[in-house]
């Protein structure tokens, strides 16, 4: 009788805790709760050095990027700051060599809001033949699935959907001025 009504408890502080997340809740709150995963969508964005040492795609979280419009009055999208490398040293043989960053810089992530799409339309021989593509703008605002498991032990599927969040992408009102654009 004891194990029962411990279980029973147990199950009700559950309920309890989860009680009180939502659509409502705060991205924080939402990736720090054990029980529930947002699927928020990412932002590629392609940074660069100076010097051309180093390249990288960054992958920034939507609601981590806000947008502006330039003064000629393109929409652009900021993701922040990314710490490149401007000058390495290698060190080891051709076959073992190790990379060792000996300066850094940092460089703005701007991206324009401007996508082109381009997918195969015809394949043969295992390669794509013909290629097809258009032109879309990133969206604004999103409806982001939160995931949602029972235990610890359970893992989180796009069958549990426990709501959506909206989520829409921030106006940055002095990156134009800020970024020189």
């Known amino acids: 009788m004891i194990k029962l009504i411990s279980a029973i408890l147990v199950l009700l502080s559950s309920v309890a805790v989860q009680a009180g997340v939502g659509p409502d809740s ?21 940074a660069r050095s ?25 929409e652009w999208l900021y993701g922040g700051i990314a ?7 290698v060190t080891g043989s051709l076959s073992d060599s190790r990379r060792r960053c000996l300066a850094y810089e940092e460089v703005q992530l ?32 999103y409806s982001v699935p939160v995931m949602v498991r029972t235990s610890e032990s359970d893992s989180f599927t796009r069958t549990r959907v426990a709501f959506s969040k909206t989520l829409k992408i921030a106006e940055c009102g002095d990156c134009a001025e800020r970024l020189g654009y």
């Open 50 to 74: 100076s010097t051309g040492a180093d390249s990288r795609l960054i992958l920034k979280k939507a609601h981590d990027v806000s947008v502006f419009r330039s003064r000629e009055g393109r």
């Open 83 to 89: 710490r490149l490398c401007t000058e390495y040293s």
């Open 26 to 46: 705060a991205w924080g709150e939402l990736y720090q709760h054990r029980f529930y995963e947002p699927q928020t969508p990412v932002i590629p964005f392609h």
């Open 110 to 141: 701007v991206r324009d809001r401007g996508t082109e799409l381009r997918y195969c339309t015809f394949r043969s021989d295992d390669d794509c033949q013909a290629y097809a593509s258009r032109s879309e703008q990133l969206p604004l605002e």
